[in-house]
């Protein structure tokens, strides 16, 4: 292996895993927020991942960006989020963003990375109505499929 880590093992996942893993982690925020999931408004992207330097791998690593949208009132938001944001830091999340802000759009955010699994969540206010979870995991790797060395 070389030593800049770019040939490091990545974590394995199935896509169907990676999207069960990453629901799990919106509903969790959900229910830290107080706030609905809508079942209908779920949405999993699925893209390859690309190295540092832009390298490109044959052998099916990807990423997920998860997106769901939860029923939360405008007087609910603030503390909603300021909620979530108290438990990610529990569980040993860096906070990289956050603001409270009735000036700015979105006027409540918090943007966070798990630095030992390198996965990223984000929650933040859309509208009257609705606050958007996200999950962006990092590259992950197929189980049975032999990583690619760079």
Known sequence: ???DGKNDPLPRMSKAEAEAWAEHWTESMARTAEAEIIPAD???NFHDCS???GESADDGRFVLMYDARAKLPRARQAAGIRAIKAE???RGFEIVGYRSDPTMDPANLVDAK???ERFFVSAGDLD???ITLIVHTPCLL???VEQQEF
Request: glycine residues 10%; hydrophobic residues 20%; aromatic residues 0%.
């Open 142 to 144: 197929p189980p049975g």
């Open 51 to 53: 190295g540092k330097n």
């Open 128 to 130: 009257d109505e609705l």
């Open 42 to 44: 779920r949405q999993a």
């Open 114 to 116: 798990q630095p030992k």
């Open 1 to 3: 292996m070389s030593s």
């Open 88 to 90: 990610l830091e529990k």
